[in-house]
């Protein structure tokens, strides 16, 4: 009897477990996605593909596809430079990453090294047109054609910007229009940046960074009002060591005076370098509304320094300025540039002038330079230069 009782037990559990079995085998059949109903074919980066669509139920994995802009404040490696084809410079490296746990896959194109417009759609702006373009991303490959330039005898840029380059104030700086002028700026019909001399003089090895604040035309000013002066550096690219390198770097201007216009006609009138207010990163002045009008403005500059002017191709600088008084926003316009001599305290050769920035709130960098637009390089030149100016 007792014998009889366990192979009922065991002939039991065997029929359980075959129907648990059975159960899992229906669950699996019916669950087995379709190839005719869930196949996709489509196309991305230009090849076809071939995938199966997932069940409504699970997390459907994207392609897709987005320009990443380089601002050039960290550093770049020979990998994340994309190589030149042709003359356009509009082949462009690009960079797949994987995101598993998100299930996408994202394709990132690097902005390119070099770019020519010659053989791109060029779409024609006003300034305010274009002045309202500068900072936005374009998905097509054209350049925009700002029609208000103004080319000098010295000049390589002409208004052409290419869409990649609508973030880069470096290439931006020779070929943008002002954000502001004041009125001596308007009498000799000053709106883009323009080259002004070259360095041909082998005695012209001294140089300095310089930069003027003016009153904008028709803006107004508060009767007083604070500028604040940031860091102050000066580059140039050395054939030698095939990089730019910091030729003069100060926390601020050495000096701050100022002017009576026309330049030529006047010397400094009032030093005001004896009214910083330290603030360890920067300094600032306060000034009342008759210190910066249409005929006065406030000029300064970096340290005057020697160098081996034969080893040197293009010169940069830049600066710092803002204003801590918000109703002195759109009354003040800065310029800047770079002064060449024989030695310190003789005449100076300017060798670019800047467009006009408009001094606001905000901590803003000023931007010139002397590199001819045909040899502009984003990596070695926008990159390196940003980097530059971000050391401390």
């Avoid at 000053?190 to 080259?195: P, S, T």
């Avoid at 000034?287 to 403005?297: A, G």
Wanted: charged content about 20%; overall charge neutral.
């Amino acid at each position: 009897m007792h014998n009889k009782r366990i192979k009922i037990v065991i002939i039991v559990g065997v029929i359980y477990l075959v129907l648990l079995l059975s159960v899992d085998v229906i669950k699996v059949l019916n669950n087995k996605p379709s190839l005719s109903n869930n196949k996709t074919t489509g196309v991305t980066n230009g090849e076809t593909f071939t995938s199966l669509s997932p069940r409504s139920d699970e997390e459907t994995t994207e392609v897709t596809e987005s320009t990443t802009e380089t601002t050039g404040t960290s550093e770049t490696t020979t990998n994340g430079v994309p190589h030149e084809e042709g003359t356009t410079g509009s082949t462009k490296q690009q960079n797949t990453t994987n995101n598993t746990m998100r299930g996408t896959t994202t394709t990132t194109k690097a902005i390119p090294s070099k770019i020519s417009c010659s053989n791109r759609e060029k779409i024609s702006l006003s300034t305010e047109e274009v002045l309202s373009k500068i900072g936005h991303a374009y998905n097509s490959n054209s350049c925009l054609k700002w029609t208000g330039f103004i080319k000098g005898s010295k000049d390589t840029y002409d208004g052409t910007i290419p869409t990649e380059w609508l973030n880069d104030p470096i290439y931006l700086s020779m070929a943008q229009p002002g954000e502001s002028r004041s009125e001596y700026m308007v009498s000799v019909n000053r709106d883009n940046a323009h080259v002004m001399g070259v360095t041909e003089d082998k005695l012209r090895n001294v140089q300095v960074a310089i930069g003027a604040v003016y009153k904008t035309k028709d803006g107004s000013l508060p009767s007083t009002y604070t500028i604040n002066y940031g860091k102050i550096k000066l580059f140039g690219y050395s054939k030698s060591k095939k990089k730019w390198v910091i030729l003069d770097s100060q926390p601020h201007p050495m000096n701050v005076v100022q002017y009576q216009l026309p330049w030529t006609a006047h010397l400094p009138t009032t030093d005001y370098t004896n009214k910083y207010v330290d603030h360890g990163s920067y300094v600032s002045i306060t000034y009342s509304n008759n210190d910066i009008d249409d005929t006065h403005l406030m000029h300064f500059w970096g340290k005057t320094v020697y160098y081996d002017k034969s080893d040197y191709l293009y010169y940069a600088s830049a600066y710092e300025v803002w204003t801590s008084t918000p109703a002195a926003v759109g009354g003040l316009t800065a310029t800047s540039g770079i002064d060449t001599k024989d030695k310190p305290g003789a005449e100076a050769l300017q060798l670019y002038s800047s467009y006009g920035m408009k001094v606001t709130t905000s901590r803003k960098v000023l931007w010139g330079h002397t590199i001819p637009m045909s040899e502009y390089d984003y990596y070695r030149d926008s990159v390196q230069l940003q980097n530059l100016f971000n050391l401390n």
